[in-house]
């Protein structure tokens, strides 16, 4: 190829420059448009009441807000991360997420363990049980969908047991050293701001994830995994030990959103994880991670998260009823991973196109 | 009622055996050409009633592409003319069938949850109101495996067959659905020397119908057995059609060698130094007791047919596949590869045949795909993907691979320049051992030479290389020696004299099976 036909391709490639690849840029410009958007809507329907202020939905309280709303789905999306870019799925999150923080309520409320005790334990049970789906997942040919959507319903299970189909208050709110602000006193008209720890875990361990995969020889390999698994063997890399990994990091991930929504709710009950997989795969794959595998980033995770979470906040700023709240969401799932698609279909197309030339 | 429809071997058209046969399927002048390529050159071939024809000719040679045109898969080039039954047709794969013509890949296609009844039946039930009637088209499915002496019933799952088997119901498929012309490729790969003398059986009763078999195989040994004339293809070109009476084996051979040596490529030669890797009697994934050794400085080719077990003795060679038993020697020592993670620590590499699914990272970039391999020798945890980067636009300026930069995916690459990434990835690794299986494969000319080269550069750096190559040229022209394999065995060793195509073509094809 020489050096004109090379130029004539960047042209090219310029001009389906949206679409050409999708990543974080396209999910964050998404999410700006939809906000903005929210914005002057607000803004308008302010003016025409002759109240011309600052759209609520920017103000830095609501945004705080959001964060806090998204935290648990969040930290549930970066672990999905994980397991999606090597080329898995994990259903069982949302459950284990219920029997994770009925089963820590449980050990301070009923059976009187101090709370650091509880939280060890905690960890072990949310990453036994992900590293042993991880384990028959690894060892045997069977879907990973088929095999979580078992843990999920096994899960469940085992949760109502331990609470006995009832919920487990946390009646001293053992769980509140998560919920102190860490900028108190801090307001903005008038209203104050909350940064909670958990917030901070949830934007740390989004970083720590993202860094993991992009700086280490552990991550280069997920990828491998995720993109050609037989290729990856034949390169030496541990294929099985490596999928059985990743689901077993998940399980740390899964006892970090626990813990937050025990402090966020004060109270463990079944209902508190039910659905919270789904929310975690919608924000994974609105942040650009590819069903099939070996492409996506964490950062891409979080802000799909908060982009389902803008949302929602979104329909009430509006006083839209929530029933509306589902099929925006579904919405912008569907167009966000169809321009996924369309990108790819650019790219093959210039791809041939450079193949003839 | 439709008692009439049955298959009834007795009304065949037996009478017209003595009289002059005629061509049922003729090929005027065919040719096809492929960018670049010019697969095949002015066909002349014609197919009788009642008759075995076997195909001929070394990998390569045009065969497949024949039986693509014969099935309507592709299209010959203008001039080119196919008669059926005397009549001009222009074949497609939907008119291929609707005259008759049947062709039975190698591979099977079958339907493994049904049974036999309803894989012959499949997309053809016979149907009285739109209600299946299953009774009638069992009766059809065993009159004829009773006529094939077969033993099998109609209710038999498929995918509890036998390949054997699945063969022999796809022929009676054919049969019920009365086929004129039935085209088996390479049917006998995957069989055992019973299955082959059962599949020849059948195919010497139903010629005996009336039906035209093109019949094509490695197996010279099958060939004599059953054909009735054979044709000899040879790149592209026909190069003589035989009565099977009037030939013999080595004559068969003669036809399919003879290219002109000139047009090889002319590698510089290496000294040789002391042994490298040594396998002694291994066995295990198809291979069978295979001993041999490559030293330093040298190209080891490995020949034989596609099937004859070299890609899945390079698998157990590379730790990829397990052994059953025998032993690996590196540099004299005692290698126990468990799996490519060891190969790779004890600097083997092993570019495989098929690029795409087993050798790259097609989604990702070129950086990536060069680094992944050598990961297993880094130490670092953390690594910056800068130097990723640095190292991908290294090799690609070293082995000139035709990029931007190393942030290109690789699949916008074309086949020679996905290739140099392979090599790259491998490069990387600082590899002494190099495994090479098919390494020109769906590369063009050009590339090829510069391939050549770089593997010629290994050899002077003081590497070994194994290649297995179905290029007859590439493997004569690159070899010091070659190992030529048939049915999973080294069927024999030959050395710098002793390269020649017929050599190893006599090695590779000739000998008995059955």
Request: with cysteine; proline share 2%.
């Amino acid at each position: 190829m020489n050096q004109k036909e090379v130029t004539v391709h960047i042209a090219k490639e310029k001009k389906v420059s949206i679409f050409k690849r999708y990543e974080n840029s396209t999910v964050t410009t998404i999410l700006i448009s939809f906000v903005l958007l929210i914005a002057a809507v607000q803004f308008v329907i302010g003016a025409i009441g002759g109240n011309i202020a600052l759209p609520t939905i920017i103000s830095p309280n609501n945004m705080f807000n959001i964060l806090m709303q998204v935290s648990v789905a969040g930290l549930l999306a970066v672990g999905m991360t994980l397991v999606m870019v090597t080329g898995g799925i994990d259903l069982s999150v949302g459950m284990l997420v219920s029997l994770t923080t009925i089963f820590m309520a449980k050990c301070v409320t009923d059976w009187g363990m101090s709370v650091p005790l509880a939280l060890i334990l905690g960890l072990m049970v949310s990453v036994f049980f992900e590293t042993l789906l991880g384990f028959i997942i690894s060892r045997t040919k069977v879907e990973p969908f088929i095999i979580t959507l078992g843990g999920m319903i096994t899960f469940q299970g085992i949760a109502l047991l331990l609470c006995d189909s009832r919920e487990v208050r946390l009646l001293k709110g053992e769980f509140d050293f998560l919920k102190v602000n860490f900028i108190q006193g801090a307001s903005f008209n008038g209203l104050n701001l909350i940064i909670p720890p958990y917030v901070i875990i949830f934007i740390a361990a989004t970083a720590v994830i993202w860094a993991l995969m992009k700086y280490s020889k552990y991550g280069r390999r997920m990828y491998a995994v995720g993109s050609n698994p037989h290729a990856a063997f034949l390169a030496g890399v541990d294929v099985k030990n490596m999928k059985m990994s990743v689901y077993s990091l998940n399980g740390v991930l899964v006892f970090l959103a626990s813990v937050a929504l025990n402090s966020r709710l004060g109270v463990a009950i079944i209902s508190g994880g039910q659905g919270l997989e789904i929310d975690a795969i919608a924000a994974v794959v609105i942040g650009g991670v590819a069903m099939s595998g070996g492409k996506g980033n964490a950062w891409g995770a979080l802000i799909g998260a908060i982009l389902l979470g803008t949302i929602g906040n979104a329909m009430s700023m509006l006083k839209l009823p929530g029933e509306w709240q589902y099929m925006v969401k579904g919405a912008v799932i569907i167009i966000s991973v169809v321009a996924g698609s369309i990108s790819a279909m650019f790219s093959v197309r210039s791809a041939s196109k450079r193949k003839k030339a | 009622m439709s008692d009439d429809k049955v298959f009834e071997p007795s009304s065949c058209s037996i009478e017209q055996k003595d009289e002059r046969p005629e061509a049922l399927l003729r090929l005027h002048n065919v040719s096809k050409t492929f960018p670049g390529v010019r697969a095949l050159n002015n066909i002349d071939f014609d197919l009788r009633k009642g008759e075995v024809h076997c195909l001929c000719g070394e990998n390569g040679a045009g065969k497949s592409t024949l039986i693509k045109i014969l099935s309507g898969a592709y299209q010959p080039d203008e001039g080119g003319e196919i008669y059926f039954e005397g009549r001009n047709v222009k074949l497609s794969p939907h008119i291929a069938i609707s005259l008759g013509i049947q062709t039975i890949y190698q591979e099977h296609t079958a339907f493994n949850e049904l049974n036999i009844t309803e894989n012959i039946f499949t997309g053809l039930e016979i149907s009285n109101h739109g209600l299946v009637q299953k009774k009638e088209m069992e009766k059809r499915t065993a009159a004829v495996l009773d006529y094939l002496q077969s033993s099998l019933t109609p209710n038999m799952l498929m995918g509890d067959l036998s390949s054997g088997d699945q063969k022999t119901v796809e022929i009676a498929k054919s049969l019920v659905l009365d086929r004129k012309v039935i085209i088996l490729d390479e049917p006998t790969a995957s069989f055992s020397v019973s299955e082959i003398e059962h599949l020849l059986e059948i195919i010497k009763t139903i010629k005996q119908h009336g039906i035209g078999i093109i019949y094509i195989s490695h197996h010279l040994d099958e060939v004599f057995k059953i054909a009735d004339r054979v044709t000899v293809i040879r790149d592209g070109q026909k190069i003589s059609t035989y009565a099977c009476s009037d030939l013999n084996e080595n004559m068969l051979i003669k036809d399919m060698v003879g290219r002109d040596a000139s047009t090889f490529y002319k590698r510089e030669s290496v000294p040789l130094g002391e042994v490298m890797y040594e396998a002694k009697n291994i066995t295990g994934n198809g291979a069978k007791n295979v001993t041999f050794q490559l030293h330093k400085g040298e190209l080891l080719g490995v020949a034989g047919m596609i099937g004859s077990g070299r890609s899945e003795l390079m698998s157990v060679l590379f730790g990829a596949a397990p052994s059953q038993s025998g032993e690996l020697f590196i540099k004299g020592k005692k290698a126990n590869l468990r799996n490519p993670t060891s190969a790779i620590k004890n600097r083997m590499c092993f570019i495989t045949e098929d690029r795409q699914n087993t050798g790259l990272f097609l989604q990702h970039s070129i950086a990536r795909n060069t680094i992944v391999a050598n990961l297993v020798n880094s130490k670092a945890f953390f690594m910056k993907p800068s130097e990723d980067y640095k190292t991908g636009d290294k090799y690609i300026k070293l082995l000139g691979t035709k990029a931007k930069n190393s942030h290109v995916l690789v699949v916008n690459l074309s086949g020679g320049n996905q290739q140099k990434v392979v090599l790259a990835k491998w490069f990387n690794t600082n590899g002494e051992i190099y495994i090479f299986d098919e390494p020109t494969r769906g590369i063009d000319v050009g590339a090829k030479q510069e391939i050549y080269q770089i593997m010629v550069n290994l050899l002077k750096q003081g590497k070994a290389i194994i290649m297995v190559s179905s290029d007859m040229p590439e493997v004569i022209a690159m070899s010091d020696r070659i190992l030529v394999m048939k049915d999973g065995e080294v069927k024999a060793v030959l050395s710098k004299g002793e390269i020649s195509e017929e050599n190893i073509l006599i090695h590779s094809i000739g000998g008995s099976k059955i």
